[in-house]
């Protein structure tokens, strides 16, 4: 089935500085690549999403990037602020599982002021 | 609020006792996903229906688990004897197909 590594666990920026989490996934057939953001305590909230017929996506701070050749796909966030600070996962599916979403094992992204 | 709802939102139980859990996904949503979240880790994919149907079931699902969809609207998440490794928040999902899944809040359960 589906693997996907995502890297790093932590990451800590100061305010106003760029973030960049990358994963890879293990299932060729993968064509659909959602970010969430948890806050504490809060359910996931989808940010941005990318489908393999598309090499990049961009929403305002927040721009996503997919390597088909490679089997990674990055979340890239330019001038963080505080409110950013979340817990990130990636994840990957195929049409083949239905939409079925498998996740990276998530990002504590810290923002100080 | 046309959002997904699940309830309870915390459940406590005494190991061997089974507990029943309910989402109601969003409307016009045809696909429902249950999902078990621990501590640090990403969501892990339990089941899913499309309409009434349960099209597929993780490995992680022993026999104890159950999850009916009836009428192709609301859910429900059984588990019966439920174990200390059972404790989790159960995450339920809806989308149209296979387009963005929206999760609801979840529900915490904690086995005692």
């Known amino acids: 089935g589906e693997n996907v590594e995502q890297h790093p666990s932590t990451l800590s920026v100061q305010e106003g500085d760029s973030a960049v989490i990358k994963c890879t996934y293990s299932d060729s057939a993968s064509n659909y690549f959602p970010w969430y953001k948890q806050e504490l305590g809060k359910r996931p909230q989808l940010i941005i999403d990318?489908?393999?017929?598309?090499g990049e996506k961009k929403d305002q701070r927040i721009a996503v990037t997919l390597n088909k050749t490679a089997k990674h796909f990055s979340l890239h966030i330019t001038e963080t602020q505080p409110e950013d600070s979340a817990v990130y996962f990636c994840?990957?599916?195929?049409?083949?599982?239905?939409?079925?979403?498998?996740f990276g094992q998530g990002t504590i992204l810290t923002v100080h002021p | 609020d046309t959002g997904v709802s699940q309830n309870p939102r915390h459940k406590i139980t005494k190991r061997g006792q089974n507990v029943t859990f309910r989402c109601d996904p969003i409307s016009e949503h045809n696909r429902l996903y249950w999902y078990r979240q621990t501590l640090g880790q990403g969501p892990e994919f339990l089941t899913y229906?499309?309409?009434?149907?349960?099209?597929?079931k993780s490995r992680l699902l022993s026999d104890r688990f159950s999850a009916e969809r009836p009428k192709g609207s609301f859910s429900t998440l059984e588990i019966q004897r439920t174990e200390q490794g059972d404790s989790a928040m159960y995450l339920c999902?809806?989308?149209?197909?296979?387009?963005?899944?929206?999760f609801g809040p979840g529900t915490r359960l904690l086995v005692l």
């Open positions: 999902a809806s989308s149209w197909y296979q387009e963005t899944q929206y």
């Open positions: 990318i489908r393999s017929n598309v």
């Open positions: 994840a990957a599916s195929t049409v083949t599982s239905y939409g079925k979403l498998t």
């Open positions: 229906f499309q309409n009434e149907a349960q099209l597929e």
